[in-house]
């Protein structure tokens, strides 16, 4: 069975920085596709960055570009999402998720993952 879980997450002021970190568990192969997803409340879901590969396949949308790093370490199974200069509109509930089998365009424009974590609360005050 596979399992995305999310930690990192947590309160912090506007300015700051946290690190998220998403552990795979029960995969026989590596997903060439994961990503970072998050939703405020009262708004849809919004993918936020892609990784394929772990290799020069990153993708960042634009609220958060230049500020958040996606990086993956595939002998860990771990995914990671750095965030700095946060600001409150980035609060939100944050996830990790997963798309194996698709090739690089796809993991960048594709939201309908497969494999979901629970999720991890970032709040940032002013």
């Known amino acids: 069975q596979v399992q995305l879980v999310e930690s990192g997450g947590g309160s912090v002021q506007a300015g700051g920085s946290l690190r998220l970190s998403c552990t795979t568990w029960g995969y026989s192969f590596t997903p060439s596709c994961m990503g970072w997803f998050r939703q405020a409340p009262g708004k849809e879901r919004e993918k936020i960055a892609s990784?394929?590969?772990?290799?020069?396949?990153?993708w960042y949308a634009d609220s958060v570009k230049g500020r958040f790093t996606i990086s993956r370490d595939n002998a860990k199974n771990t995914l990671s999402l750095q965030m700095n200069s946060l600001k409150p509109e980035d609060t939100a509930m944050y996830y990790c998720?997963?798309?194996?089998?698709?090739?690089?365009?796809?993991?960048?424009?594709?939201?309908?993952?497969?494999?979901w974590g629970q999720g991890t609360q970032v709040t940032v005050s002013s």
């Open positions: 998720a997963a798309l194996p089998w698709v090739a690089a365009s796809e993991c960048r424009t594709r939201n309908d993952y497969n494999y």
């Open positions: 990784n394929y590969l772990g290799d020069g396949g990153a």
